[in-house]
């Protein structure tokens, strides 16, 4: 269908647009495949279907299109377009990686000279006003922690490492950099270093190490003793104290690998920084504890912003009956969220925080969802990236706002049942349901005053060999409860299918009263985390990272080679397996559907 397209434009550049409308399947093809909804152009819908590219850019403006050959521009100039001006950056940044350096040389020699001009030094920094500024700056613990935090945040969003030398690309970089500044690599050239230190110190203190020499070492005494009272620095509690601050700030646990939880200065600075979970997971502690510890040593714990817009949006409901972060439930395992009421329980899980190499492994989630399944607790785990979403963000509002019988009711007695057009369906679905629109060969739903309120679509199994029809999609619109909507909708049909609900938010409720029966559970899936954002795993197979991956090694798995690259995987809880036997005759038949 793609390549059928792809000839038409090439063989009527000026009217392609109006020969695929009028060809049905190809205009169906689009409309189905295309990212922009909200566009009145239909060659940029058909630019978008073929290339998959959206018209949001990943500051989430929209991008001007142009034309079917050059595709999308920025949604503006650098000067307001953050993209265009990232571009230009990126550019410029390039083209300086392309300067010999001799030109380099030159551009800092010329540098150096116009700083002497003007302020008497070669660089600015020795300006004794620099110099003041900089010693007021780093004696303000509270400023280093933000810039440690905004350089690991930055570090994050651009390489999806807590440090860029973590990133194989950057690393493999400064090994190129170095051997073309030094002829060898880091390795040599310290070993090189290393043995130079040694001969010199032999010659001039008959030892490996100046420090190592009888005369240097009593010299080093007297001054601690004269300076600090004690022989050796570590022997002063407060340099001590100091030592075991800068361990811990770095590598979470101090040189005894176990915290102190006396220093309550480094507590209120490490949980502010890395949070509960990581902390306790890296100090190698459960979050209970960890969490008792804080308690006891009036230790403050902060929200996330996804913490504080969900209780924000709770409060919002009139929901006062509502525990945050217990431990009532599970006992070794934390709750985000809790109605007692309602017997409804709420996961909040950050991609990054919930990805396997944060001990967050292929059951984790699965075991909190059957745990308070095991007390009748409905659990829903939301991810962030979800939530910072503004489509998906209202879905996942108005199914917390279901759970709590806050939806508006309607009946299904007083809503039509009608086919539903293609793109009627696909709009729907976009809208109300977590993973948007699927295509299917079949697409009902109940209109209540002309509108959809809710919609099934139903396609050729595509897992299930035994079963012929899969129930593919089915949701009701935003904050609407249809009462006995699903039941018309397959009292209508007449189809058997399998279909399947996702434990990470559905209860299967809803197929147990239409009379399905559960066959059986998958295992946990995997999805990605890409830059932020989760994708699919579907297009990481391994026999597709070849063309997608900068670093590709056959000899590795499909998650190995995702790994070096940067990337981690985040589990899901599995699903539920439904099958319903169709056992009567359709109501009103099937030649009797309305299609107007």
């Known amino acids: ?141 509270n400023n280093i922690q933000q810039i440690l935090t905004k350089m690991q945040t930055t570090s994050l969003k651009r390489y999806n490492v807590a440090n860029p030398m973590q990133d194989p690309d950057i690393a493999n970089k400064a090994k190129i950099k170095w051997l073309e500044l030094y002829g060898k690599n880091s390795g040599v050239l310290y070993d090189e270093i290393t043995a130079k230190k040694i001969a010199t110190s032999l010659e001039n203190w008959h030892c490996t190490h100046p420090s190592k020499n009888p005369k240097v070492i009593e010299k080093i005494i007297k001054t601690n003793l004269k300076n600090r009272g004690v022989s050796f620095p570590l022997q002063d509690k407060s340099v001590a104290l100091k030592v075991s601050n800068t361990h811990l700030n770095k590598k979470f646990v101090n040189n005894k690998t176990k915290l102190r939880f006396e220093n309550s200065t480094f507590l209120n600075r490490a949980v502010c920084y890395f949070g509960i979970k990581s902390l306790a997971s890296q100090m190698q502690l459960s979050e209970l504890v960890l969490r008792k510890q804080l308690k006891k040593f009036n230790i403050f714990i ?60 292929k059951k984790y989630h699965l075991q909190k969802t059957i745990g308070c399944n095991k007390k009748g607790i409905h659990l829903l785990h939301i991810l962030d990236t979800e939530w910072n979403n503004s489509t998906t963000n209202a879905i996942w509002k108005s199914i917390i706002s279901h759970k709590l019988n806050k939806s508006n009711r309607i009946y299904a007695r007083k809503c039509k049942f009608k086919e539903v057009p293609m793109n009627e369906a696909k709009e729907f679905f976009d809208q109300n349901h977590l993973q948007g629109f699927r295509g299917g060969n079949l697409k009902y739903g109940l209109y209540h005053d002309d509108t959809l309120v809710q919609c099934v679509i139903l396609g050729k199994s595509r897992y299930n060999k035994n079963a012929e029809w899969e129930l593919i999609r089915m949701a009701s619109k935003q904050n609407t409860a249809v009462i006995g909507g699903f039941s018309k909708l397959i009292a209508h049909l007449d189809k058997s299918f399998v279909t399947y609900a996702d434990k990470r938010y559905a209860s299967g409720i809803g197929y147990v009263n239409i009379g399905c029966t559960r066959l059986n559970d998958t295992p946990p899936g995997y999805s990605y985390v890409i830059n932020g954002v989760v994708k699919s795993r579907i297009n990481f197979q391994k026999h597709k990272l070849k063309d997608k991956l900068k670093i590709f090694n056959s000899q590795l798995t499909e998650y190995e080679n995702m790994l070096i690259n940067g990337y981690d995987r985040i589990w899901d809880c599995g699903h539920m397996t439904y099958t319903y036997i169709q056992k009567t005759t359709p109501k009103g038949g099937f030649n009797k559907v309305i299609t107007g």
């Open 302 to 361: 902060p929200k996330s912003q996804f913490e504080i817009e969900m209780q924000l949006f709770v409060k919002q409901l009139g929901i006062s009956n509502v525990q945050y972060n217990t431990w009532s439930i599970l006992k070794t395992h934390e709750i985000d969220v809790y109605f007692p009421e309602y017997d409804l329980a709420i996961e909040l899980n950050g991609a990054y925080w919930h990805s396997e190499q944060r001990n967050r492994g």
């Open 1 to 141: 269908m793609k390549q059928e397209i792809l000839h038409i434009i090439k063989n009527n550049p000026r009217c392609y647009s109006t020969v695929i409308k009028k060809t049905p399947k190809l205009h169906d093809w689009v409309l189905e495949h295309t990212l922009v909804d909200d566009t009145p152009k239909f060659n940029e819908m058909i630019y978008s279907a073929i290339y998959q590219k959206s018209n949001i850019c990943k500051k989430n403006n929209t991008k001007k299109f142009k034309d079917i050959t050059a595709g999308y521009g920025f949604c503006n100039h650098s000067s307001k377009c953050q993209c265009a001006n990232d571009s230009v950056s990126a550019k410029v940044s390039k083209a300086k990686q392309n300067y010999s350096i001799e030109k380099k040389q030159l551009i800092n020699k010329k540098r150096e000279e116009t700083t002497l001009t003007k302020y008497g030094v070669t660089n600015n920094a020795q300006t004794s006003h620099a110099i003041k500024k900089h010693k007021e700056f780093y004696a303000n613990d």
